[in-house]
């Protein structure tokens, strides 16, 4: 009996994972299609089968995610101050973003190597993370008065935030955005934030 990333339905998703860890680990310039093929335990015409070149592999990474249907679903406890509700926007990315570390720390390094498909791939995430930051503090945090400037803010500082976790590995990502997040409330609610 075939193993589950033997089955067909289940090996191109295979394939993407080993991918994503081979990627993420020496960039999509570093890995060679037969080092994946080798890593999925299949032929390199197997790879082919379903994408055409490397470029269509680093596409479908990111594709595969489903970043803007997975945001549509995202809620988070509406009760609480305007500061609680907005600490909840904040963790709910700032959590995001760590469950998708392989994932962006590939895009950064491909967009720094300016791998073509990286630039507009990155673009568009990063324009869904904005929408979904803008939808969350519209429907829980109308308190904020310019939503699209806060949503800059919040992107802002949950980026920051994740080069920090990147340039400083043995900091806690609990503290960093337990930081950043006390400082978004101070800045965006400071009539009413806590001390």
């Avoid at 609680?84 to 963790?91: E, G, I, K, T």
């Avoid at 995001?96 to 791998?115: I, K, N, S």
């Avoid at 869904?128 to 904020?144: A, D, I, K, S």
């Avoid at 802002?156 to 950043?180: C, K, M, N, W, Y």
Wanted: charged share 25%; hydrophobic share 45%; glycine share 8%.
């Amino acid at each position: 009996m075939p193993s589950d990333a033997a089955r067909p339905g289940n090996q191109r998703e295979h394939i993407l994972d080993e991918a994503l860890t081979l990627m993420s680990e020496q960039g999509s310039a570093g890995m060679s299609m037969r080092q994946l093929a080798q890593a999925c335990g299949v032929q390199v015409a197997a790879i082919y089968h379903y994408f055409p070149s490397k470029d269509a592999l680093l596409q479908s990474v990111f594709e595969e995610r489903q970043y803007t249907t997975r945001l549509e679903l995202l809620t988070i406890d509406a009760g609480g101050s305007a500061e609680d509700r907005l600490r909840a926007v904040f963790d709910t990315f700032w959590a995001g973003l760590l469950d998708e570390e392989p994932v962006l720390r590939l895009l950064l390094g491909e967009a720094l190597r300016r791998e073509p498909v990286a630039l507009p791939t990155g673009s568009a995430l990063l324009e869904v993370f904005r929408t979904g930051v803008r939808m969350l503090l519209e429907q829980y945090v109308p308190e904020v008065g310019d939503v699209d400037r806060v949503t800059e803010v919040v992107v802002a500082q949950v980026f920051s935030g994740f080069i920090r976790h990147i340039f400083e590995p043995g900091t806690d990502t609990a503290l960093i955005g337990a930081e950043l997040v006390e400082l978004l409330v101070d800045t965006v609610l400071p009539a009413t934030a806590s001390v």
